[in-house]
């Protein structure tokens, strides 16, 4: 059975980087594509951006000068950096797993909640 | 980028009702790459449909969806106590990705 599950710091200072990760369990990360979706409390799901189990990069155009994601496939890891968070970057972050096959995010992270200070 | 509406923002049904669930999208959808997710508190959301009409692996056959271009809907046949739960459409065919904001289903 695949897993997802992200870790990471749930509270961040304003003006600092977010870095989360998402361990996956129960497959290979191989001919995937790794996604990171948030929900600010009240709203809907917002897609960060994908990367490709080789390196491959898709961002949001919204989000796409503070967003860094790197993948390392050796431990089965794939990673969101977000800079020069605010208060509208408080959120639950979600990672997803898609296939190269066009049939949707097939597997999900529970999520974890981000909380940004002042 | 596509904006995605649902409708209704929340729907109330008891056990053993039909519900139907729509997604409008601000412009076509791209090869009609539309997926359904179900979203409990606490859990991952987990893929319903994908390509707007075909069930992913495992889900009941009281899930369908239809629908092409701009318009799809998800049909649940007979509610089960465990379908109460916020439902998401998605488009996955034109970058970036987006979402609608969610449909609650609950019990009446």
């Known amino acids: 059975q695949v897993q997802l599950q992200e870790s990471g710091p749930g509270l961040v200072k304003a003006s600092e980087t977010l870095s989360l990760t998402c361990t996956v369990s129960?497959?290979?990360?191989?001919?995937?594509?790794w996604n990171w979706m948030r929900q600010p409390p009240g709203k809907g799901l917002e897609w960060i951006g994908y990367?490709?189990?080789?390196?491959?990069?898709k961002y949001n155009p919204s989000l796409k000068s503070r967003v860094i994601m790197s993948v390392d496939t050796s431990k089965n890891q794939f990673s969101l950096k977000l800079s020069s968070v605010t208060a509208a970057d408080a959120a639950m972050y979600y990672c997803?797993?898609?296939?190269?096959?066009?049939?949707?995010?097939?597997?999900w992270g529970q999520g974890t909640l981000v909380t940004v200070s002042s | 980028e596509i904006v995605l509406t649902q409708s209704p923002g929340t729907l109330s049904l008891s056990p053993g009702e039909r519900a139907t669930l729509s997604c409008r999208a601000s412009?076509?959808?791209?090869?009609?790459?539309l997926a359904w997710y179900q979203h409990k508190p606490g859990q991952a959301p987990r893929l319903l449909i994908y390509?707007?009409?075909t069930r992913a692996t495992g889900i009941p056959g009281r899930f369908s969806g239809s629908g092409s271009g701009t318009d799809f809907s998800l049909t649940i046949g007979r509610l089960e106590p465990e379908d109460f739960a916020v439902y998401h459409c998605?488009?996955?065919?034109?970058?970036?990705?987006?979402f609608g904001q969610g449909t609650k289903l609950e019990i009446k």
């Open positions: 997803a797993r898609e296939s190269g096959e066009s049939k949707g995010l097939d597997y």
């Open positions: 129960g497959d290979s990360m191989t001919t995937y594509y």
């Open positions: 990367i490709y189990y080789s390196g491959n990069t």
């Open positions: 412009q076509s959808v791209n090869t009609n790459y």
């Open positions: 390509g707007a009409s």
């Open positions: 998605q488009q996955y065919g034109t970058s970036p990705y987006t």
